[in-house]
């Protein structure tokens, strides 16, 4: 199938160092946020996710952080690898269903 | 334990035609939703049901539909295929479908409309 990661900013860092994505998120009422990666030709996978009354989670390698005064997210990925190239979409849940709203994406390039 | 599975994988349609995306999610979920990805808009929400119930409908026309089954499986339905229809349709599940659930993602049907 095609490419659904075209025309996408991109992120270029190289295999060791730490990668910064950034999100601006729209609705102030959004309560639950998660961050997913997508590989080409594949569905999205779950990263790690973020509830509104917390600032800062960590999982393996990855942190997210929170921002609500400015509607900003962000996901940190230490020590990147050449198998965390991908796509990066973070979303923003509405509550009350499973309705998602998706940012743009990123696309982030890890060079060995 | 299985993932969220979607079938067909890939397909081919002809303008005007109709399509049938079929999708069974993770085993106990019961919430499950429809994104259309595409490279000029992205992943766009198409609708999301539980309990056999359409809770939530995002800004498609009506040509596309879906349903969902007691067994919690989905299908969604394209009629009058349009060349603007071409995308990758992702169904994904959650246990409740209530904020703060964790979604998970199939790998989607790649359709194109020729």
Known sequence: GESVGLHLPTLSVQEGDNSIINCAYSNSASDYFIWYKQESGKGPQFIIDIRSNMDKRQGQRVTVLLNKTVKHLSLQIAATQPGDSAVYFCAENQGGSEKLVFGKGMKLTVNP | ?114
């Open chain 2, 1 to 114: 334990k299985a993932g969220v599975t979607q079938t067909p994988r890939y397909l081919i349609k002809t303008r005007g035609q109709q399509v049938t995306l079929s999708c069974s999610p993770i085993s106990g979920h019961r919430s499950v939703s429809w994104y259309q990805q595409t490279p000029g808009q992205g992943l766009q929400f198409l609708f999301e049901y539980f309990s056999e119930t359409q809770r939530n409908k995002g800004n498609f026309p009506g040509r596309f539909s879906g349903r969902q089954f007691s067994n919690s499986r989905s299908e969604m339905n394209v009629s009058t295929l349009e060349l603007g229809d071409s995308a990758l349709y992702l169904c994904a599940s959650s246990f409740r479908g209530l904020s703060g659930n964790t979604i998970y993602f199939g790998e989607g049907s790649w359709l194109t409309v020729v």
